[in-house]
């Protein structure tokens, strides 16, 4: 049985909120599970609040949860120092939600992709497969722009263009489409599927179902901090098929995956 490239066993995490004396624990994380092969597609979906950006901050060392195991490429991550986790993610790349959380406001971009490149990839020279991937993600003339005089859209399209130059076991992407046109949304998902390839794990966090129904081999639905459904993306193509929660069914009808249209899509 191949090993999977990443896994989440039994996940709790809670967050401390309010002012004494009125503190108390949210929990944001109930006993969450997820495993990911090698080179498979994962949607990871559910609507605002439900546990998704924590398990995947948990997941792969951001924050400490509270219990729980987690394996990353094959290994055991518990009692891994800040430096193991470091060189962890040389091979497992986060897109987040927040495109600025991958820039630095005082670094022109292009210069940015070349520190990445000359880390990843130093068999060849940064400064072209910086210009090169901006090109893919449509951003070639901007090479010595800062951050701020990007657009949202145009950051978001920086930090894809990061992630694929770096060439990753494993892509976690937070939203990834988040702040682009509708015109150019399928088209940087498919671009990010495209370069990463087919052995590169990919987990796609979205609240948007219809997207993540396009590209991803399976789905798994969180709910107020727990996982309430999984099912593979053939199933919502299949007629006699219904979702077993109800946050799954209002998930699908948001996305017009519903009855006779989720059978024909």
Known sequence: MTTPTWRVRDLEKAFRVGTWPFRTDRVALHGVGIEVARGERVGLVGGSGSGKST?????????????????????????????RWRRA???????????????????????????????????????????????????????????????????????????????????????????????????????????????????????????????CDRVVVMHKGRVVDRFSTTQLRESGWHPSHASTRALLEAAGWTGRKAAEA
């Open 55 to 83: 398990l995947v901050r948990c997941g792969l060392g951001l924050i400490r949860p509270d219990a729980g195991e987690i394996e990353l490429l094959g290994s055991s991550t518990h009692g891994w120092s800040a430096a």
């Open 89 to 215: 993610r040389r091979t497992v790349q986060v897109l987040f939600q927040d495109p600025r959380a991958m820039l630095h406001p005082d670094v022109p971009v292009g210069a940015l992709l070349a520190d990445s490149a000359a880390l990843h990839r130093p068999e060849e020279r940064p400064r072209d497969v910086a210009r090169q991937a901006l090109t893919e993600v449509g951003l070639g003339e901007r090479y010595d722009a800062l951050p701020r005089e990007l657009s949202g859209g145009e950051q978001r399209r920086v930090g894809i263009a990061r992630v694929l130059l770096a060439r990753p076991e494993l892509l976690v992407a937070d939203e990834p489409t988040s702040g682009l046109d509708a015109a150019v949304r399928a088209s940087m998902v498919e671009l990010l599927l495209q370069r990463v390839g087919s052995d590169c794990s990919v987990v796609l966090v979205s609240h948007d179902l219809s997207t993540v129904a396009q590209v």
